[in-house]
């Protein structure tokens, strides 16, 4: 069973930067696509990044130039760096993993639209941006 734990949210003032981590287990990570997905009060939850197989990224319009995400692999652990953060940006955080073959994880190819189709989830980590 994969069990995922994220950390690393906050508050921030806009314009500022966070690293979000995701710890994982119970899985072999060169078999899984992870991502980062958010919730804001009032809405539904939607892609923010994900990473492949093989290192291949896909991210929202609205995060690209601004957030990087990244894996160790070794450490099975998920980050993801939040530059340049904006209040539209504060949101539950959660970390997601999925099996190569579902929606959204291909070897060489992740989709941020469509990997929590069939992802694992993590409990989620809040960040908060002040104006």
């Known amino acids: 069973q994969v069990q995922l734990v994220e950390s690393g949210g906050g508050p921030v003032q806009s314009g500022g930067s966070l690293r979000l981590s995701c710890t994982a287990s119970g899985y072999t990570s060169s078999r899984y696509c992870v991502g980062w997905f958010r919730q804001a009060p009032g809405k539904e939850r939607a892609g923010v990044a994900t990473?492949?197989?093989?290192?291949?990224?896909s991210y929202a319009d609205s995060v690209k130039g601004r957030f990087t995400i990244s894996r160790d692999n070794a450490k099975n652990t998920l980050y993801l760096q939040m530059n340049n953060l904006k209040p539209e940006d504060t949101a539950a955080y959660y970390c997601?993993?999925?099996?190569?073959?579902?929606?959204?994880?291909?070897?060489?190819?992740?989709?941020?639209?469509?990997?929590?189709?069939?992802?694992?989830w993590g409990q989620g980590t809040q960040v908060t941006v002040s104006s």
């Open positions: 997601a993993a999925a099996q190569a073959g579902a929606p959204g994880c291909a070897f060489g190819f992740t989709d941020v639209q469509t990997l929590g189709v069939a992802a694992s």
């Open positions: 990473i492949g197989v093989h290192g291949s990224t």
